[in-house]
């Protein structure tokens, strides 16, 4: 009988606890552990026990990533169980990808069409890193985060959208936006938008195998994680090959040819996980 793999046990906490990194997740989440760190512990536990992955080597590989001490390793595990649950909380079926020697994308999507979808995290850049150790102000700055946006669908998820097209389905990069800037009320989403369907047209410089891409606001709001409806926004690309359907994201802001928008019906400005 396989042994069970938990995540951010007794043993994992204390040495959390003997860790002096104070740029670390942890160090935030130790300091409220009376509270809003235990909450926010405790969802990615529940989450981390749901998650249907059938492998036990690729449950420790999340488990390594969320109880990583490094902010990249820990948001890349969450980032993915918070997308799994959104995708429960909006009637998305979809399932995760066995890991490979070959990049694979992260979920298969089931319902309400059939498509890959692989999920990426935009951390904060090295000058905007520089700036706050030199204790300096980082300035809002769209075109760069758009600029590595396009890098990261053109140039580091290549080989997930290749995978896709090789099953002849649809692909899409979910990202999620930790920069300096997010989670500020900006209007980035609109930004994203001009730039991929506009003038430039930015989507003729990505990958036709790429069907669209996604940006992402996510906030810890008391512990509870929640994702921003209206500012994360579906971008659907016109040139490509395996069209994914308008309407698959219907929970945030669509935009496809002719910078045409779909708004989500709102109940709520948040998707609470």
Same mark, same amino acid.
């Given at each position: 009988?396989?042994?069970?793999?938990?995540?951010?046990?007794? %043993?994992?906490?204390? @040495? %959390?606890?003997?860790?002096?990194?104070?740029?670390?997740?942890?160090?935030?989440?130790?300091?409220?552990?009376?509270?809003?760190?235990?909450?926010?512990? &405790?969802?990615?536990?529940?989450?981390? /026990?749901?998650?249907?992955?059938?492998?036990?080597?690729?449950?420790?590989?999340?488990?390594?990533?969320?109880?990583?001490? /490094?902010?990249?390793?820990?948001?890349?595990?969450?980032?993915?169980?918070?997308?799994?649950?959104?995708?429960?909380?909006?009637?998305?079926?979809?399932?995760?990808?066995?890991?490979?020697?070959?990049?694979?994308?992260?979920?298969?999507?089931?319902?309400?069409? &059939?498509?890959?979808?692989?999920?990426?995290?935009?951390?904060?850049?090295?000058?905007? @890193?520089?700036?706050?150790?030199?204790?300096?102000?980082?300035?809002?700055?769209? #075109?760069?985060?758009?600029?590595?946006?396009?890098?990261?669908?053109?140039?580091?998820?290549?080989?997930?959208?290749?995978? %896709?097209?090789?099953?002849?389905?649809?692909?899409?990069?979910?990202?999620? &936006?930790?920069?300096?800037?997010?989670?500020?009320?900006?209007?980035?989403?609109?930004?994203?938008?001009?730039?991929?369907?506009?003038? #430039?047209?930015?989507?003729? @410089?990505?990958?036709?195998?790429?069907? %669209?891409?996604?940006?992402?606001?996510?906030?810890?709001?008391?512990?509870?994680?929640?994702?921003?409806? &209206?500012?994360?926004?579906?971008?659907?690309?016109?040139?490509?090959?395996?069209?994914?359907?308008?309407?698959?994201?219907?929970?945030?802001?669509?935009?496809?040819?002719?910078?045409?928008?779909?708004? #989500?019906?709102?109940?709520?400005?948040?998707?609470?996980?």
């Amino acid at each position: 009988m396989s042994k069970t793999v938990t995540v951010f046990d007794a %043993a994992w906490l204390g @040495r %959390a606890r003997a860790s002096t990194d104070k740029g670390s997740w942890i160090a935030g989440v130790l300091d409220s552990l009376d509270g809003d760190g235990t909450l926010y512990l &405790d969802s990615i536990r529940v989450w981390f /026990n749901k998650f249907p992955l059938t492998s036990s080597k690729d449950k420790r590989a999340l488990k390594t990533r969320l109880e990583s001490f /490094n902010n990249s390793d820990h948001l890349g595990g969450v980032n993915e169980l918070s997308w799994w649950e959104f995708m429960r909380k909006t009637n998305i079926n979809a399932i995760p990808v066995a890991t490979s020697t070959a990049p694979r994308p992260d979920f298969q999507v089931l319902a309400p069409t &059939d498509f890959y979808l692989e999920v990426s995290t935009l951390n904060l850049s090295d000058a905007e @890193r520089q700036k706050f150790e030199r204790e300096e102000g980082v300035s809002l700055n769209h #075109p760069d985060t758009l600029r590595r946006l396009l890098v990261k669908a053109a140039d580091e998820k290549n080989g997930q959208i290749a995978f %896709a097209a090789s099953q002849r389905r649809p692909c899409a990069l979910v990202v999620f &936006d930790y920069t300096t800037w997010s989670g500020f009320g900006t209007q980035l989403f609109r930004f994203i938008a001009n730039g991929l369907l506009g003038k #430039p047209f930015e989507f003729s @410089r990505l990958p036709a195998d790429l069907s %669209a891409l996604a940006y992402v606001e996510r906030k810890v709001i008391d512990g509870r994680l929640a994702i921003s409806r &209206d500012r994360s926004a579906a971008y659907y690309n016109p040139n490509a090959t395996h069209t994914l359907p308008v309407g698959t994201f219907r929970a945030i802001t669509q935009f496809w040819s002719q910078m045409v928008e779909i708004q #989500p019906q709102l109940e709520d400005h948040w998707v609470w996980l």
